[in-house]
């Protein structure tokens, strides 16, 4: 997958789920800035692989948002 194509679907994911992410500690960036960040934090193949993880959970009717929380919490705290 391109990194256009990975930004994209991340920047994506985090309109579609603002509401829920609002109240986390990523809440005052946009979805641009989360996808810079993010893609800084774990590079682009991690992202790609976290992006298909939420493409699953979804198809599953799982809860994609609490696996990006996670992650999130990982990320601060490392």
Do not use: W
Not at 1 to 22: G, P, V, Y
Not at 49 to 77: C, P, T, W
Request: charged content about 30%.
């Amino acid at each position: 997958m391109e990194l256009a194509d990975i930004k994209r679907q991340l920047r994506s994911f985090c309109r579609r789920n603002r509401t829920a992410l609002k109240y986390t500690h990523i809440g005052q960036y946009t979805a641009e800035e989360v996808g810079d960040m993010f893609l800084e934090c774990v590079g682009p193949e991690e992202l790609e692989k976290i992006l298909h993880d939420i493409e699953i959970i979804n198809q599953r009717g799982g809860d994609s948002v609490k696996y990006f929380m996670l992650i999130l919490e990982g990320l601060k705290a490392a």
